[in-house]
């Protein structure tokens, strides 16, 4: 199985600031037929599912604000949210769908300094 | 606009078989370029996938190796659902339960089902 890390585990940013997030993964998600990372990113608020934010590693869904990004290839991954609002406070996770089983990062919780 | 419904007991009693269904507005179980998976979520496993069905030329399943024994995932093209049943339940199987449209990461889910295996 593909296992993901994530770092850091908790994070507090202040409101305008950057908050960047790191995934880490066991094996490459480049998949050699499409030359794309298999990476995506989610948000997660209390009660609710997780949103998808990020596929391909970097490709931002409809809908999502320009201030998420995504970064990175091979084993290596970022999300940074360049100016962070209130409505950000969330848990990240990151996903790999390379290979089943699909596996998630523990998650990093993000809040306001 | 697609649409996840799920429905499915909250309580479980250990040893019985859990199930829940998830029925699709918005696109067909059958679609030959998505998948339909369930998902689950605890604080002490935090998200773990569980399995797949899909349709190409015919019916697919892949499980996690860690319920493989006890999963079952069917779809029912006839009421454009799918649905889980794991047996053999015990707490350790207490969770939310998220069934989930992958495409080719997981783009919509179902509002989830708190499971909660107890006597």
């Known amino acids: 199985d593909i296992v993901m890390t994530q770092s850091p585990d908790s994070l507090a940013v202040s409101l305008g600031e950057r908050a960047t997030i790191n995934c880490k993964s066991s094996?490459?998600?480049?998949?050699?037929?499409?030359?794309?990372?298999?990476l995506a990113w989610y948000q997660q608020k209390p009660g609710h599912p997780p949103k998808l934010l990020i596929d391909?590693?970097?490709t931002r869904e409809s809908g999502v604000p320009d201030r998420f990004s995504g970064s990175g290839s091979g084993t290596d991954f970022t999300l940074t949210i360049s100016s962070l609002q209130a409505e950000d406070v969330a848990v990240y996770y990151c996903?790999?769908?390379?290979?089943?089983?699909?596996?998630f990062g523990q998650g990093t919780k993000l809040e306001i300094k | 606009q697609v649409q996840l419904q799920q429905s499915g007991p909250g309580l479980v009693k250990p040893s019985q078989t859990l199930s829940l269904t998830c029925v699709i507005y918005?696109?067909?179980?059958?679609?030959?370029?998505?998948?339909w998976n369930w998902i689950r979520q605890s604080p002490s496993r935090g998200l773990e996938w569980l399995g797949r069905?899909?349709?190409?030329?015919?019916?697919?399943?892949d499980y996690a190796e860690s319920v493989k024994s006890r999963i079952i995932i069917n779809a029912d093209p006839s009421k454009n659902q799918f649905s889980l049943q794991l047996n053999s339940v015990t707490p350790e199987d207490t969770a939310v339960y998220y069934c989930?449209?992958?495409?080719?990461?997981?783009?919509?889910w179902g509002q989830g089902t708190l499971v909660t295996v107890s006597s």
């Open positions: 989930a449209r992958v495409s080719p990461a997981f783009d919509y």
């Open positions: 918005g696109d067909s179980v059958s679609s030959k370029s998505v998948a």
């Open positions: 069905t899909y349709y190409r030329s015919w019916w697919s399943n």
């Open positions: 094996q490459s998600l480049l998949y050699s037929s499409n030359n794309k990372d298999h």
């Open positions: 391909w590693a970097s």
């Open positions: 996903q790999q769908y390379y290979s089943t089983p699909y596996t």
